[in-house]
């Protein structure tokens, strides 16, 4: 089954953000593109898609939308991007951020 989930900068769990939240960018549109290309090894097994806030939307991006399978290799991929952008991951199945 496939999941969906959010890579945002978030420094409080979800209930104790304000209502009006909005989460800071992860960094330049450049800053954001490089460390997918980092994180994101070119592997044809890989069931992850992830999709970058248009520059429409945001001009510096504030969420990457991730959706695919969090098996062992998927979640170490997000588990790393996060780290280098200090973000967190939001599980929308769970409901919550969750640790990878």
């Given at each position: 089954?496939?999941?969906?989930?959010?890579?945002?900068?978030?420094?409080?769990?979800?209930?104790?953000?304000?209502?009006?939240?909005?989460?800071?960018?992860?960094?330049?549109?450049?800053?954001?593109?490089?460390a997918i290309a980092q994180c994101i090894p070119?592997?044809?097994?890989?069931?992850?898609?992830?999709?970058?806030?248009?520059?429409?939307?945001?001009?510096?991006?504030?969420?990457?939308?991730?959706?695919?399978?969090?098996?062992?290799k998927e979640s170490a991929v997000l588990a790393?991007?996060?780290?280098?952008?200090?973000?967190?991951?939001?599980?929308?199945?769970?409901?919550?951020?969750?640790?990878?």
């Amino acid at each position: 089954m496939a999941s969906i989930g959010l890579i945002v900068k978030a420094k409080a769990d979800l209930d104790q953000l304000p209502r009006d939240w909005v989460p800071e960018p992860l960094g330049s549109r450049s800053k954001v593109m490089a460390a997918i290309a980092q994180c994101i090894p070119q592997d044809p097994s890989l069931a992850l898609s992830l999709l970058v806030e248009e520059p429409h939307e945001s001009e510096e991006p504030r969420c990457i939308t991730a959706s695919g399978v969090w098996g062992p290799k998927e979640s170490a991929v997000l588990a790393h991007l996060c780290q280098v952008l200090g973000a967190r991951f939001y599980d929308a199945e769970a409901a919550e951020f969750i640790r990878l």
